[in-house]
């Protein structure tokens, strides 16, 4: 079991990046993923994610209108799309996938993690 993340990167405060979330040794489409991400000296956050049974979102405040998540279950990968990006979303980010979604930003709803991705932003 294994979730790859990639697609980080540095960019200017303003700029787009996508983040890929790909799964093998499970089935993607029976797990609500979500991706979190940690800032140095910060615990780690909820951004976003996406449930397996109907395709709701959930989305944090900080992020809302500028981050887009979506999957596709026949290529096992997830995507977070950044949008107008800012540098406090300077920061490692992960995926994880969970059998049975509660609450969304709760860590410890997810079984799987992926290894981590880091983005900057940074003029």
């Known amino acids: 079991v294994q979730l790859q993340a990639s697609g980080g990167g540095s960019v200017q405060p303003g700029g787009s990046l996508r983040l890929s979330c790909a799964a093998s040794?499970?089935?993607?489409?029976?797990?609500?993923i979500g991706w979190f991400r940690q800032a140095p000296g910060k615990g780690r956050e909820g951004v976003q994610c996406i449930d397996n049974k109907d395709g709701r979102t959930y989305v944090a405040a900080s992020v809302k209108g500028r981050f887009t998540i979506s999957r596709d279950n026949a290529k096992s990968t997830v995507y977070l799309q950044m949008n107008n990006l800012k540098p406090e979303d300077t920061a490692v980010y992960y995926c994880?996938?969970?059998?049975?979604?509660?609450?969304?930003?709760?860590?410890?709803?997810?079984?799987?993690w992926g290894q981590g991705t880091q983005v900057t932003v940074s003029s």
């Open positions: 040794g499970f089935s993607l489409d029976l797990y609500a």
């Open positions: 994880a996938a969970s059998r049975s979604l509660g609450i969304y930003y709760r860590e410890t709803e997810y079984v799987y």
